[in-house]
T-cell receptor, first 111, second 112 residues
Framework: EAQVTQNPRYLITVTGKKLTVTCSQN?????MSWYRQDPGLGLRQIYYSMNVEVTDKGDVPEGYKVSRKEKRNFPLILESPSPNQTSLYFCASKDSHNEQFFGPGTRLTVL | AQSVTQPDIHITVSEGASLELRCNYS??????LFWYVQSPGQGLQLLLKYFSGDTLVQGIKGFEAEFKRSQSSFNLRKPSVHWSDAAEYFC??????????FGKGTMLLVSP
């Protein structure tokens, strides 16, 4: 089944404790991205990657890092999480027809 | 920067009534436009998309949307709403080569 997977689905952590949210797609898409969703703000793009080893900032990149060492994986890294990064995170990949496929989401709470 | 505006934060519709959710996008080259639906606690599901051609596009679950360049709009419609349609709806457009810009969403409530 073609899909985007994210892990973990739920995470509660404390301020300053580094964490990684993994994202993997099995559709051989070149483009992948991360979004965060907050009430009243819709989805905002954090980072995107147009291909392996190519990443760029989205609208709200502060406090996040990404890497794209292989086509299928695009992890999101929070080196020192803060409470304002409490949010719902979505990973997505995009096909050649410009349609994005979203993962199930990761709900992160930073205490 | 490109933008997407969904003027209605909440809309309440009676079950069986027709629905129209508004979406306006900022002016630019012909956009790629999308409508997504998000049920409570769920991810995003694509309802329909417009890339080019026929300005009236059909989607899943009985939804349709019409692209109107003169009004910079891409409104979502359904002739008869079901209780299971209660969800949050997001309009989105691409910006630049790959970035997808979302509206802030419209929450649809369906009353009996």
């Amino acid at each position: 089944e073609a899909q985007v997977t994210q892990n973990p689905r739920y995470l509660i952590t404390v301020t300053g404790k580094k964490l990684t949210v993994t994202c993997s797609q099995n559709m051989n898409h070149e483009y992948m991205s991360w979004y965060r969703q907050d009430p009243g703000l819709g989805l905002r793009q954090i980072y995107y990657s147009m291909n392996v080893e190519v990443t760029d900032k989205g609208d709200v990149p502060e406090g996040y890092k990404v890497s794209r060492k292989e086509k299928r994986n695009f992890p999101l890294i929070l080196e020192s999480p803060s409470p304002n990064q409490t949010s719902l995170y979505f990973c997505a990949s995009k096909d050649s027809h410009n349609e994005q496929f979203f993962g199930p989401g990761t709900r992160l709470t930073v205490l | 920067a490109q933008s997407v505006t969904q003027p209605d934060i909440h809309i309440t519709v009676s079950e069986g009534a027709s629905l129209e959710l508004r979406c306006n996008y900022s002016y630019g080259a012909t956009p790629y436009l999308f409508w997504y639906v998000q049920s409570p606690g769920q991810g995003l599901q694509l309802l329909l998309k417009y890339f080019s051609g026929d300005t009236l596009v059909q989607g899943i679950k009985g939804f349709e949307a019409e692209f109107k360049r003169s009004q910079s709009s891409f409104n979502l419609r359904k002739p008869s709403v079901h209780w299971s349609d209660a969800a949050e709806y997001f309009c989105a457009r691409n910006s630049g080569y790959s970035t997808l810009t979302f509206g802030k969403g419209t929450m649809l409530l369906v009353s009996p």
